[in-house]
């Protein structure tokens, strides 16, 4: 056996959650549910569950989950966390919830949770998620290989080097050349970067586009061409 307190703040899911566990999970004690986090702390404080079945929503607040849940693993950290949410589509949320050290996300969606999903938190497992979100993930994921796969074959395409990918970078970030000429990266003059810039602009462009493209112009194309990920960059030392 083993101890669960839920956290829900929609009466009837949470009704419908307890009636999964009563039938599905015989094996775990539901020792208290709250619709608040008021009503969370002193279960709590009471006695401490195994796991804490937790919705990141509560009272119209979509974040006040991952606080709990930072809380949680602050004051108790042999206490899992499992967040069962109806936030399907906020994917910052998940993440933040899985920094502030929840083992695992299920979404209120399909199946809703199993006997599986609670059992692997009880074991011990991290990164616990059922079938809707592992969904998301896996197509997260084939997104994120397929956009690396362009930028590698673009940058041999290209014949792109870590200088240039630099240079495409902090220019799409709004630095101007005497700026990117400062950075510990670069080992170049403006000047050098001027003729950088004239080199990808013949490399990116066929003869016919070359004639007036300007800056913004020559980091969409890297952008197009997958050189630079528009959502990833950063800027160098």
């Known amino acids: 056996m083993y101890s669960v307190i839920i956290v ?41 569950p195994d796991m804490v079945l937790l919705d990141l929503g509560l009272g119209g607040s979509t974040t006040i989950g991952v606080s709990i849940c930072r809380t949680i693993k602050q004051r108790y950290p042999e206490v899992r966390v499992l967040i069962f ?21 299920v979404l209120k969606t399909g199946e809703l949770i199993t006997r599986n999903e609670i059992q692997n938190v009880i ?39 870590e200088y240039d990918e630099c240079f ?9 050349k005497d700026m990117i000429a400062q950075l510990r990266t670069m080992p170049f003059s403006p000047k050098s970067l001027e003729k950088r810039q004239t080199d990808l602009i013949a490399r ?4 016919k586009e070359q004639r007036g493209v300007n800056v913004t112009r020559l980091v969409v194309r ?16």
């Open 168 to 176: 495409l970078r902090h220019l799409a970030l709004g630095y101007t």
């Open 123 to 161: 074991d011990g497992k991290q990164l616990v998620f059922n079938q809707p979100i592992l969904e998301k993930i896996v197509a997260r994921f084939k997104q994120a290989v397929n956009a690396d796969t362009q930028r590698r074959k673009a940058i041999i395409s290209y014949d792109i080097d």
């Open 8 to 48: 829900e703040d929609v009466k009837l899911e949470l009704k419908g959650t307890e009636e999964i566990f009563r039938n599905e999970i015989p094996e775990a004690q539901v020792i208290g549910t709250a619709m608040t986090e008021e009503e969370f702390w002193p279960l709590m404080e009471r006695q401490l």
């Open 222 to 237: 890297a952008i197009e061409l997958h050189i630079i990920d528009a959502n990833h960059l950063e800027a160098d030392d």
């Open 204 to 207: 990116l462009f066929t003869e």
């Open 85 to 105: 949410t109806g936030e399907i589509l906020n994917e910052k949320l998940w993440v933040d919830a899985l920094d502030a050290g929840a083992c695992g996300i």
